[in-house]
């Protein structure tokens, strides 16, 4: 079999959408002998527009993603992957997700959740998944 895919990378938010996209991710690379990247963004969007202040929220948000992250890649490794790489960022999720990473990190497919927790921020922009479909310069894969 050849590997069509080297650089996976999966985008997780804490929903079960992107718990779906992260085991399917973990099959794909595994399948295909390819480096996974984990990737989670802290919408700069959602922090700004909440009431505690910015810098309080920011620091709980990140780190309670740098858990998860550890937890992800513990499970990666556990799952027999070995190359595994995790980016934690704070911005746009759909430009970053869609735009920024996949070409800095040479990804040829990006898996992700049909919807994830920002359902506020999809009613008034569109989702991040339908974004990264339109803009993504590699496949891109999501996961109902």
Known sequence: MSNRYSKIMVAVDGSKQAEKAFLEALDLA????????IISIINKVELTHSAYAFSKIYAEEKQKIEVEMLKKIHDAKEYGLTEIHAIVETGDPRHLIGTVFPTQENVDLIVMGATGKG?????????????????????????K
């Open 30 to 37: 595994k399948d295909n002998e390819a480096e996974l990247i």
């Open 119 to 143: 359902a506020i921020q999809q009613a008034l922009v569109g989702s991040t998944a339908s974004f990264v479909v339109a803009h993504a310069s590699c496949s891109v894969l999501v996961v």
